[in-house]
């Protein structure tokens, strides 16, 4: 009998453990942005753009505690990135987009393309200068924009201003 119940009882470990697992896997999912949603969101804000989903990161870059999706796209002489705040699938975020032109020898000009994303962890200072309005805050990443070619575009999440804010050198 007493064999009997502990095998019972290392079945509903066992059991209790697979369902949590099961459980933490499901609501790891539901927190990852929707793709499709995603680039839906920015075909519809900026229906000329090719949009390269390719290129599509999952960061919190809105430092909400909330994963955004940052992907980039191309339309003849211009580089765009576009970001959906929060969950991709949520119909109340607005898709933020930046545009950039390629070969201008110019400050908001990308030198060349591809261009990919790399994501970092945020630093409000450079070894120039403080970024405005930039706060430390614990999960929130910063983006960088990289030609290889040229300066790489470094967004951050300006708390001040609510909004992505870039910088170059």
Same mark, same amino acid.
């Given at each position: 009998?007493?064999?009997?119940? /502990?095998?019972?009882?290392?079945?509903?470990?066992?059991?209790? /453990?697979?369902?949590?697992?099961?459980?933490?896997?499901?609501?790891?999912?539901?927190?990852?942005?929707?793709?499709?949603?995603?680039?839906? /969101?920015?075909?519809?804000?900026?229906?000329?753009?090719?949009?390269?989903?390719?290129?599509?990161?999952?960061?919190?870059?809105?430092?909400?505690?909330?994963?955004?999706?940052?992907?980039?796209? !191309?339309?003849?002489?211009?580089?765009?990135?576009?970001?959906?705040?929060?969950?991709?699938?949520?119909?109340?975020?607005?898709?933020?987009?930046?545009?950039?032109?390629?070969?201008?020898?110019?400050?908001?000009?990308?030198?060349?393309?591809?261009?990919?994303?790399?994501?970092?962890?945020?630093?409000?200072?450079?070894?120039?200068?403080?970024?405005?309005?930039?706060?430390?805050?614990? /999960?929130?990443?910063?983006?960088?924009?990289?030609?290889?070619?040229?300066?790489?575009?470094?967004? !951050?999440?300006?708390?001040?201003?609510?909004?992505?804010?870039?910088?170059?050198?």
């Amino acid at each position: 009998m007493k064999a009997t119940v /502990g095998i019972k009882m290392r079945q509903r470990a066992v059991l209790i /453990g697979l369902i949590a697992l099961f459980s933490a896997s499901l609501s790891g999912a539901q927190d990852k942005p929707d793709l499709k949603a995603a680039l839906g /969101g920015l075909q519809a804000a900026k229906p000329k753009v090719n949009w390269d989903e390719k290129t599509a990161v999952s960061a919190d870059v809105t430092c909400d505690g909330k994963a955004d999706t940052a992907v980039i796209g !191309y339309e003849e002489g211009f580089v765009w990135l576009g970001v959906i705040p929060g969950h991709a699938g949520d119909k109340q975020a607005k898709p933020m987009t930046f545009r950039f032109t390629v070969g201008k020898d110019t400050q908001d000009s990308f030198c060349r393309v591809p261009v990919r994303i790399e994501i970092s962890a945020i630093e409000c200072k450079t070894e120039d200068f403080d970024l405005p309005g930039c706060k430390t805050v614990k /999960g929130c990443s910063a983006l960088s924009l990289i030609d290889e070619a040229c300066d790489a575009f470094h967004f !951050y999440w300006n708390s001040s201003r609510k909004r992505l804010t870039w910088w170059r050198r």
